[in-house]
C-alpha cells in the first residue's frame, strides 16, 4: 500500500526559499503564478499540499526546473547510484513524486517514481515544457492525457511524447498506481545543475 512513512521533502519551506532567493515578494508570485497569495501563504506555511499542475505553475513563475522542488546539495556525476532509501520523496494530495538520482547527474535526463492512490492527478491544468516525456506504468492504472486524446496504460504499458505537447495524468482505478517518468533532452536554461539552488 501507500508508503506513508517515507521520508519527504517540506514543500512549502522549499518554495518559498526559491521565492526568497530570487527577490520574489508573495504578491509578485501570486501574480506570476495566477495564485491567489492566500493561497500561497498556505502552501508555504504545509497548511495545504499543492497539486502537481500548481507546481509546476509556481516553479515556472520562479523561472525554475520542477526538479528544483527536490533541494539538494549533490554533485553532478556522470554515474549515479541511488538506493531506495536515499530517494527525495516529494509528497502531493494523494500522491509521491520520487527523485531517482537525475538531480546528481550530468546529463539532461530526470527520471521520478510517481505512486498514486485512487483519484490521484496532477491537476485540472495541463503540463507543458520542453523535451521529451516517456511513461511506464509499474502497477495498477494510469489515464494520461496528452492534446485531448488520452491514453489508458495498465501494469506494462508506456508511452512517449513530445513534452511540447500538452498533458495531465490520473489513477482513474480503485487501487494503488505505480509510474516511471523520465524527461529527457530539455532545453539547458532547464537542467537543474544550472539552477542547482543558487540565488539568482
Known sequence: MFDREAPSVYVGQLIRQLREERGVSIRELSRKSGLSANALSMIERGLTSPSVSTLYRLTDALNVPITALFRQDHAQKTIVFRSVSERTRVPFPLGIWEELGGEAFTGRMQPFMLTLESSAESGPEKIVHTGSEF??????????EVEGKIYKLKAGDSLLFAARLAHRWQNPGKTVTNA????????????PGIFHYQPS
Open 135 to 144: 511513461v511506464m506504468c509499474i502497477r495498477g492504472n494510469l489515464d494520461y
Open 180 to 191: 516511471i517518468i523520465v524527461l529527457s533532452g530539455y532545453d539547458e536554461y532547464e537542467q
